[in-house]
C-alpha cells in the first residue's frame, strides 16, 4: 500500500488525512508518550518528543526550525478550554536573525547528513532552551498574528 498526504491520488494510493485511523493513533500515541514522566527514557517514547537535532551538510551555520506552536482555544458557548498544535514554521539562527520564507522552506527539504551524540544534542537543545528570552518577542508577534487569524 502506498500513502499520501495530500490530493489527487493516482490508482492504488491511500490518502492519510487527519481523520484516518492510522493518525488517530499515530496523534494519541505522540501526544500520550511525549508527556508521560515514566516514560522518558524508554527507546519508544524518543520518537515522541518534541524537539530535535539534525546534522546536515545543507547549512553552515546552527539553525533552528520551530514547527509547533500550542494555544488554549476557550468555546465561547461553553467556556471549555482545548488545547490545539498549529505546524507553524518559524526559523532563526544565531543572534537571533529570523529566516524569511524562502530560508525556512531550505531548511524543511534539508537531508540529515550523519548520527549526533546524545551529550552535543543535549548541549544544543538547552542553548536555545536557555536563550528563549531573546525569543519571546517574536513568538508573540507570530502567536498573535495566527490568533487574529483564527477570530
Given at each position: 500500500?502506498?500513502?499520501?498526504?495530500?490530493?489527487?491520488l493516482?490508482q492504488?494510493k491511500?490518502?492519510?488525512?487527519?481523520?484516518y485511523?492510522?493518525?488517530?493513533?499515530?496523534?494519541?500515541?505522540?501526544?500520550e508518550?511525549?508527556?508521560d514522566?515514566?516514560?522518558?527514557?524508554?527507546?519508544?517514547?524518543?520518537?515522541?518528543?518534541?524537539?530535535g537535532?539534525?546534522?546536515t551538510?545543507?547549512?553552515?551555520?546552527?539553525?533552528?526550525?520551530?514547527?509547533?506552536f500550542?494555544?488554549?482555544?476557550?468555546?465561547?458557548?461553553?467556556?471549555?478550554?482545548?488545547?490545539?498544535?498549529?505546524?507553524?514554521?518559524?526559523?532563526?539562527?544565531?543572534?537571533?536573525?529570523w529566516?524569511?520564507?524562502t530560508?525556512k522552506?531550505?531548511?524543511?527539504?534539508?537531508?540529515?547528513s550523519?548520527n549526533?551524540?546524545?551529550?552535543?544534542?543535549?548541549?544544543?537543545?538547552?542553548?536555545?532552551?536557555?536563550?528563549?528570552?531573546?525569543?519571546?518577542?517574536?513568538?508573540?508577534?507570530?502567536?498573535?498574528?495566527r490568533?487574529?487569524?483564527?477570530?
Amino acid at each position: 500500500m502506498i500513502f499520501r498526504f495530500e490530493l489527487p491520488l493516482q490508482q492504488g494510493k491511500v490518502l492519510l488525512s487527519r481523520t484516518y485511523p492510522f493518525m488517530e493513533t499515530l496523534a494519541n500515541y505522540v501526544l500520550e508518550t511525549s508527556l508521560d514522566e515514566q516514560n522518558r527514557d524508554d527507546s519508544y517514547a524518543r520518537y515522541a518528543r518534541r524537539c530535535g537535532v539534525v546534522k546536515t551538510d545543507a547549512v553552515t551555520t546552527r539553525k533552528t526550525l520551530l514547527l509547533r506552536f500550542r494555544c488554549h482555544i476557550i468555546d465561547s458557548r461553553t467556556g471549555k478550554t482545548m488545547l490545539a498544535e498549529e505546524c507553524i514554521p518559524a526559523a532563526f539562527e544565531e543572534s537571533p536573525r529570523w529566516l524569511d520564507e524562502t530560508e525556512k522552506e531550505k531548511l524543511l527539504k534539508v537531508i540529515p547528513s550523519g548520527n549526533i551524540p546524545k551529550e552535543q544534542i543535549e548541549n544544543s537543545l538547552n542553548i536555545i532552551v536557555d536563550g528563549v528570552v531573546l525569543l519571546q518577542s517574536k513568538l508573540n508577534e507570530i502567536a498573535g498574528k495566527r490568533a487574529a487569524a483564527l477570530q
